[in-house]
């Protein structure tokens, strides 16, 4: 579902109130799931929750790039083989810009850069995930690289991932089944690398989580 909301109904950072001034207003809302779409004009800016970045290939296979959390841009591709997605994992608020705006603000261009270093980042990391041999080692990266990207520092070296991810869209990110996700979730927690809060938020062991593609 998608509705337009005032950005005066939310609750901003200082970092976000100082972008406001070049900004557009206009905030639009995704309900979770929801598949957002995507437009050659522009991009858009996530002022609230969370958005997984992937791309169907013309066999139907389908790769994932990443995650766009609050305060990250992402936005259409130009690809003839693939067919690019943005999927909200939570009720998500965003913010449109038109390219012809970016082009024309220094500071909205600066604003840009480092999140398409963070973007190609991520996708360089789930490239080397998948490049490991073993599942338990892909599974492991992966919620090495979710601890790093989306965490949340805790206590006694342990980090809470503050978004809920279930079995199947782990399994689909690292290439297996949920049924094989499953089963190894279920041996971290036995072994005390993992664990859950009351809200069923993955809490993980720095020390075990801690090696992305190697």
Do not use: C
């Not at 309900?31 to 004009?41: A, H």
């Not at 936005?75 to 705006?101: C, F, H, K, M, N």
């Amino acid at each position: 579902m998608l509705s337009i909301v005032q950005s005066t109904e939310l609750d901003y950072s200082p970092q976000q109130q100082q972008q406001s001034s070049v900004l557009s207003k206009r905030l639009y809302f995704h309900t979770k799931g929801d598949e957002i779409p995507l437009f050659p004009e522009g991009v858009w800016q996530v002022t609230q929750g969370l958005v997984q970045l992937s791309a169907n290939y013309e066999d139907g296979e389908q790769v994932l790039f990443g995650w766009a959390s609050t305060g990250a841009w992402f936005g259409t591709q130009g690809s003839e083989t693939l067919d690019y997605q943005a999927i909200a994992l939570s009720p998500v608020y965003l913010r449109w810009l038109r390219l012809d705006e970016i082009e024309g603000s220094m500071r909205l261009s600066q604003l840009l850069l480092p999140q398409l270093a963070k973007r190609m980042r991520q996708a360089e990391m789930l490239l080397i995930i998948n490049g490991r041999r073993h599942t338990v080692e892909r599974l492991r990266g992966l919620l090495s690289l979710l601890k790093e990207e989306l965490g949340e520092a805790l206590p006694d070296s342990q980090t809470r991932i503050n978004y809920k991810f279930t079995h199947q869209q782990l399994a689909s990110a690292i290439g297996t089944t949920r049924v094989t996700v499953s089963r190894m979730m279920a041996q971290f927690q036995a072994k005390g690398f993992m664990t859950l809060d009351r809200h069923r938020h993955l809490i993980l062991d720095n020390s075990y989580f801690s090696h992305i593609g190697s």
